[in-house]
């Protein structure tokens, strides 16, 4: 799946877009709207804290530390006479138990921060414009990009993200 980022100049053509993309078969649990604060989505829907957050790349930036904290920890823990008969399983526990806690630490706090992906467009949501997040399947991209452009002219499609992961 790749985001697309479409940034909207009113509601009205917010709503043209949700109706384009469900009628392209995107299923609505991957099209996620974000206004200024106490702008009435009415039925659009709203981006949730996942998409708001940088819950996801914290997690993985957790993961990724965290499991090599625990690699070099487990390494260091066989480097002793007395571990080398359960080298295998200290090494893998102490790895485990470093990804599993960098994950955790990093999602909290990631879930406490904005998402760096939509800063850029922070000053545009303050004026008033909506900015709708499409996750589509990679091979209709394109396809669905000239669409919405083909139909709706006053839309600027901000380009995608290289991958998203499958559970946001």
């Keep these: ?8 100049p009113d509601i009205d053509t917010t ?13 609505e649990r991957h099209i996620h709207v974000i206004a200024k604060p106490g702008t ?8 949730s804290l996942l998409q708001k957050s940088d819950f996801v790349p914290a997690v993985e930036q957790g993961l990724a530390v965290g499991g090599s904290t ?4 487990g390494l260091v823990a066989i480097a002793f006479p007395a571990a080398t008969v359960v080298a295998g399983g200290v090494l893998l526990a102490t790895t485990l138990a470093g990804a599993g ?3 955790w630490i990093s999602g909290m706090v990631g ?13 545009a949501i303050e ?6 997040l499409a996750d589509v399947p990679t091979d209709r991209v394109n396809e669905i990009e000239a ?10 499609i901000e380009g995608t993200e290289p991958h998203i992961p499958a559970f946001p």
């Design 127 to 132: 004026a008033g414009e909506l900015l709708v």
């Design 101 to 103: 806690v960098g994950a």
């Design 147 to 156: 669409s919405i452009k083909q139909h709706l002219p006053k839309v600027e």
């Design 1 to 8: 799946m790749r985001r697309i980022y479409f940034l909207v």
């Design 15 to 27: 709503k043209k877009i949700v109706d384009e993309l469900l009628l392209a078969r995107i299923e």
């Design 40 to 47: 009435p989505l009415e039925n659009l829907p709203e981006a």
């Design 70 to 73: 625990g690699l070099l920890a």
């Design 111 to 123: 879930m406490n921060v904005d998402s760096r992906r939509l800063k850029e467009y922070e000053g």
